[in-house]
């Protein structure tokens, strides 16, 4: 495939913030943005620039690329581009080609990446939140408050949906606030984390009974946005920590939950309190600030036994070689792969495609808002053709 056509233009995402919308030879990609970043991420845009990527990719000469014949081929795109342009406009532009190429050869974008892909990822869905990511003064100090069941995408939105719709009839008896969604469309509270880890067991009981499909319950602390001067602050209930204090606080609360997944409990450079609590939890430790898709990041993590899941957001690097690179590590190392939405989203079904081109073990993404429901029925769209396959004998 020879690149005709690109252009790059300027939209909204679903916080009204500009973001970067790319076009290859007539297949487009919008990138989303993150307002919990680590600081370890590629920056967004060059210069901190969405018009400066913009004008560069509209300039440049693409037939200096050559020809592209397969994913591999993206190599070529980053030799010339990659520190030319942020991380978001070079995930927009690699996934546009990916999708031109894909057109062309008249196949879906997550077959260019594994025609034998088969298994669906499992739904990760943000129910209650706090943190950066929610605008209320009080509010819990944990980020994001997550359920999961192991069923495939149709069965999934429904019972995530209806976690969803019970925390919003539990916390509407028991908020101060006016009950209201959040950058994710997770509800807001202010209540604190234990008390909204309370309600999430209540969920999960509510769920099982009534419907008799178990469901698991997790969360994202987003520990390094209260970490400060060697302490973690927690503004609710007005404690402090220590690293072993905290150490001691996400242990206790992983076996008085028995809670299936914790995303980054730690700072986002306490490798070593991350191993800790890998020999403490069992249950899925997950980073994300901590290893900001980022390869060499990733492989120190498997390295000190720091992590047993991994948050993958193609927009943080930008590089969906890199992407695969680090998907093809942690399934030989045997590190639970998780490809996660931002939280200021468009309707881009992209990150679908890739969670199940990737193999990926699970992708985190709430069941709410048209933006996140456009990538759940993307998934489910996947499921189906394969339902198809399967009965046609192919």
């Not at 690109?6 to 939209?11: L, Q, S």
């Not at 302490?231 to 242990?251: D, H």
């Not at 931002?342 to 048209?370: H, M, W, Y």
């Given at each position: ?97 990916l ?79 006016n009950?209201?969604?959040n ?21 999960q ?18 520990a ?55 020999k403490?939890?069992n ?18 993590a ?41 939280s ?51």
């Amino acid at each position: 495939m020879n690149i005709k056509e690109v252009k790059a233009i300027i939209i909204l995402d679903s916080r009204g913030e500009e973001t970067i919308e790319v076009s290859v030879n007539g297949s487009r990609t919008s990138a989303p943005a993150g307002k919990s970043t680590g600081k370890h991420e590629r920056p967004a845009y060059k210069l901190s620039s969405v018009k400066r990527d913009r004008d560069f990719i509209n300039k440049f000469d693409y037939d200096t690329l050559g020809k592209i014949s397969d994913f591999y081929d993206l190599v070529k795109v980053e030799d010339k581009l990659k520190t030319k342009i942020g991380a978001n406009t070079l995930f927009a532009l690699e996934a546009s080609i990916l999708k031109a190429l894909a057109r062309e050869k008249n196949i879906r974008l997550w077959q260019v990446i594994d025609p034998n892909a088969e298994r669906l990822p499992r739904i990760i869905s943000n129910t209650i939140g706090g943190g950066v990511h929610t605008n209320s003064r009080i509010k819990p100090d944990f980020q994001e408050f997550l359920v999961t069941c192991n069923k495939d995408p149709v069965i999934a939105r429904v019972i995530n949906q209806k976690a969803h719709r019970e925390a919003g009839e539990i916390i509407s008896n028991l908020s101060l606030q006016n009950l209201k969604p959040n950058d994710e469309n997770a509800w807001s509270t202010d209540e604190d984390n234990e008390r909204v880890l309370e309600i999430m067991k209540n969920i999960q009981e509510n769920i099982s009974e009534d419907s008799g499909v178990h469901i698991d319950i997790g969360i994202d602390c987003a520990a390094s946005q209260f970490f400060s001067d060697g302490k973690y602050r927690y503004k609710n209930l007005k404690a402090s920590r220590s690293p072993k204090e905290q150490i001691e606080y996400i242990t206790n609360l992983s076996r008085k939950y028995n809670l299936f997944y914790i995303e980054d409990p730690l700072d986002e450079d306490d490798f070593s309190g991350f191993a800790e609590l890998v020999k403490n939890c069992n249950c899925i430790i997950v980073g994300d600030d901590l290893t900001v898709t980022n390869l060499e990041r990733v492989k120190k993590a498997i390295k000190m036994e720091a992590i047993t899941g991994l948050i993958v957001k193609p927009n943080q690097t930008g590089s969906l070689v890199e992407v695969k690179e680090i998907m093809d590590l942690c399934k030989r190392q045997g590190i639970k792969t998780i490809m996660s939405h931002r939280s200021g989203e468009t309707l881009d079904i992209t990150i679908a495609d890739l969670a199940f081109g990737f193999q990926c073990d699970f992708i985190k993404i709430p069941v709410v808002g048209k933006e996140r429901l456009a990538k759940i029925n993307r998934l489910i769209e996947i499921e189906n053709s394969m339902r198809r396959k399967k009965i046609m004998g192919r």
